[in-house]
C-alpha cells in the first residue's frame, strides 16, 4: 500500500511570497504523510510553518468528515510553529491534533505554543481552539506515531532539534526529514563526538531524505554556527550513506526561483560524479513523491 509524501511549505527563516517564489514555494516548512488508498481523515505532519495553514484549507475543503492528525515538530523557531494558529481543522470540535516536538531547555512545547497564542499577539488563545489538543514530548528512541513507526536523533542547531525517521507500521520504504542541520564544522550543539557517524547510520537503508540545503558552499563562512548545511554537504552526506533520493530543504529567503534552478543543477553534477547513484531535486510547494508502503 502506498503512501504520499507532499510539501507544503520549502522555505526557510520567513515567508517569501511573490512571483520571484513561485515554483519552489514561500511557505515555511511543512510537509505531510498520509496513506493514498486511505480516506485522507489521517495525516502525520512535519512542522508548522506557514505551509501548514494551505494543509489545513484541504482538510477542510476535502469534507469527509473528521480529521486526525498527529504534528511532529522537529523543533519550536518560529518558521517551523508560525502557521499553527491558523491551521483550519483546530477550530472545529470534531478534530484530533497531537502534537509531538522535543522540550527546548526547561520549556515545554505547551508552554512555548501558548505563548506565541497569548492575547498580545494573537486573538484566540491555545484553550479557546475547538480541537481536542494534545501535547507530548520526544526524545531519541523509537515510537509509534499514527501508521508509522518513527525514530528521532539530535541534529547540530541552536536549541533542541530533532531529525525523524519514519517507517510505514505495514512495511515499505523508509523516509528521513532532517531540517536545520549543520553538518559542517561551526557550531558548539550538544552532541557527542561521534554524531557524523551515528547519523549517518541513521539514515543508513532510507529510500528518501528531505535535507537542509540552505546554503552554497561559498556562502558557508558568514553563517557558521547558523545550524544549517551547503547544498554540497547534503549531497556527500547523502551519498555517504547509500541515500537513493535526496530532496533539498529549508531554501534561502533570499534564493529565487532562478537561482535555485541553479543551484539544483550544481547538485545534480555533484551527484552524477559520486560513486552511489543518487537521484537529487529540490523541494517545491505543492510537490507529491509516492513511496512504498508495504
Known sequence: MAYRLTFWGTRGSIPTPGGSTARYGGNTPCVSLEYIDGDGSRLLVLDAGTGIRLLGNQLIERGNGESDVDLLLSHTHWDHIQGLPFFGPLFDGGNAVRVWGPRQGEATVESILRRQMEPVVFPVPLDGLAAQLSVQHIDSGPLEVGDFAV????????????????????????????????????GEYE???????EF?????????????????GDELQQYRGWGHSSF????AVAAEAGIRRLVLFHHRPERDDIAMDALVQAAQQMARAADHPLEVTAAMEGTELTLDGG
Do not use: I
Open 232 to 235: 554540497e554537504e547534503a549531497v
Open 191 to 197: 552532541v557527542g563526538p561521534r554524531w557524523r557517524e
Open 151 to 186: 525514530s528521532a536523533t539530535r541534529l547540530r542547531h541552536p536549541g533542541s532539534t530533532l531529525a525523524y525517521r519514519l517507517t510505514p507500521l505495514a512495511g515499505g520504504t523508509s523516509v528521513v526529514y532532517a531540517t536545520d542541520n549543520e553538518l559542517g564544522p561551526g
Open 200 to 216: 549517518v547510520r541513521f539514515l543508513h537503508g532510507v529510500d528518501l531524505l528531505v535535507h537542509d540545503a540552505m546554503y552554497a
